[in-house]
């Protein structure tokens, strides 16, 4: 660890140069090229129907304009097809084309509407009901609690084909023993490293931490790391690597929400480390996603804590991904995401929408081109192999060898809040074991 002279030095440098740093951050208005999860581009809903002589598409009603002249977002209506999907910009494009062959193949009509990454979850639960909803649609693993409870999404047999997906993928999609989508990709942070400015890759916590306090103290770096605060996503590797986690996990993956690990020995552990993080100003509570985008694409700072939807932005900086370092002797494991297919419990052809979900989408072609649409990697195994040997889906994938899919049950709702507040805590000069353990005493309370 640093010595107490250097710890010093450290926070007088970086007192006057980070004011400098997030001033000009606050300049930078326009959000970044690639997608942040949970914080997917907007886009008016849109159909594409498949079948050139049907003329009969519905168009989105118009938006109203509020008293005050702010728009709402339209919620998208059912195009008039025989199969409807729903995806977003990024994906409808990659999709299209295979729904044109199936409707082909079946003679139905299928069309690909574009909605709104996250506005898909709220539409499917309000429209699918109403009959308006798609037959089949994209989203994220960690919806898939709230959809089961809702009724929205019907289960997915995956049957002999279970074995040629991640295990991480195929538990990500389970829910209570039972499987409700067909996978496609695998995303979670890593750590992106400057090779200019640190050579070596740190092999431990303490590594990682004198480098970057090192850096700043020669005038080499304006920031230890470019690490956004105060995110319990993005803070959960540290949170492992201690011996801590969110909820336990059952044999078969699932996760058991009367098992909270916050106020474990290792989760007091994680809190203690970020105490003295925050306290020698290797992490700085400030750092939001568009400081860490920015120090790291102007070489301003050695580490970047993020995942593949980052990358696109870090410009002409050579940079390698690889796992994050030991902690305690540990290696951390941070939240595993995955996206994929549902299938609505409303689907006006429920076969028609499997037959194309398992047997279009579970393909090579359609993961890989998936894939380059979108910089996440193939959740298909046989579509990952042609892959891996490209050095950044290799670093994201030894980050995420020791991590578990985020939690999907209803319980993680009540976690986000209080785990937030207790960061907060913590860099106010709070005690960091009590933060964590009254974090940890509100979210059972919470859960009930």
């Given amino acids: 660890m640093p010595s107490d002279d250097s710890r010093e030095n450290t926070q007088m440098k970086r007192s006057t140069k980070w004011a400098a740093l997030v001033s000009i951050a606050a300049l930078v208005l326009a959000a970044c090229g690639a997608d942040e999860p949970g914080d997917e581009p907007e886009a008016t809903p849109d159909e594409v129907d498949v079948e050139e002589e049907d003329e009969g598409e519905d168009e989105a009603p118009e938006e109203d304009e509020g008293d005050e002249g702010e728009e709402e977002e339209a919620a998208p209506v059912r195009a008039d097809a025989d199969l409807v999907i729903w995806a977003d910009d990024t994906r409808r494009p990659v999709i299209e084309p295979f729904a044109e062959r199936f409707g082909e193949e079946q003679g139905i009509t299928v069309a690909v509407q574009e909605v709104a990454f996250d506005q898909i979850r709220d539409n499917v639960s309000i429209q699918g009901p109403a009959g308006q909803g798609p037959d089949v649609f994209i989203g994220a693993h960690d919806w898939l609690g709230e959809l089961v409870e809702n009724g929205v999404v019907a289960p997915l047999d995956l049957a002999g084909a279970s074995d040629d997906y991640l295990e991480v993928a195929l538990q990500a999609f389970a829910y209570e023993g039972t499987n409700y989508g067909l996978p496609y990709s695998i995303e979670n942070i890593a ?258």
Avoid: C, K
């Fill in 191 to 448: 750590l992106i490293r400057n090779t200019e400015l640190a050579p070596e890759r740190p092999e431990t916590l303490e590594d990682m931490w004198e480098v970057g306090l090192g850096l700043v103290e020669s005038g080499d770096a304006e920031l230890p790391v470019g690490w956004q605060q105060n995110d319990p996503f993005h803070n959960y590797w540290v949170v492992t690597g201690a011996g801590g986690y969110v909820f336990g996990q059952e044999d078969d993956g699932s996760y058991n929400a009367d098992d909270l690990g916050l106020d474990t020995e290792g989760g007091l552990r994680a809190a203690e480390l970020f105490g003295e993080m925050y306290d020698v100003g290797f992490v700085n509570p400030d750092v939001d996603y568009d400081v860490m985008i920015n120090s790291f694409a102007n070489g301003e700072t050695p580490f970047a804590v993020t995942g593949p939807w980052a990358l696109g932005d870090f410009g002409g900086v050579d940079f390698v991904v690889e796992p994050f370092p030991t902690i305690d002797g540990n290696a951390p494991g941070p939240f595993v995401g995955v996206q994929g297919f549902f299938v609505s419990s409303f689907a006006e052809n429920e076969l028609a929408a499997r037959t194309f979900v398992l047997d279009f989408m579970g393909t090579d072609d359609a993961q890989l081109e998936l894939y380059e649409a979108g910089n996440r990697p193939p959740a298909l195994i046989s579509a990952f192999e042609q892959v891996q040997d490209d050095p950044i889906v290799a670093g994201f994938g030894a980050a995420g060898e020791t991590g578990a899919p985020m939690p999907a049950i209803p319980a993680m709702g009540s976690v986000w809040e209080a785990w937030t507040n207790a960061y907060t805590n913590i860099n106010s000069g709070n005690d960091p074991e009590a933060a964590f353990q009254e974090a940890a005493d509100q979210i059972r309370n919470l859960i009930g």
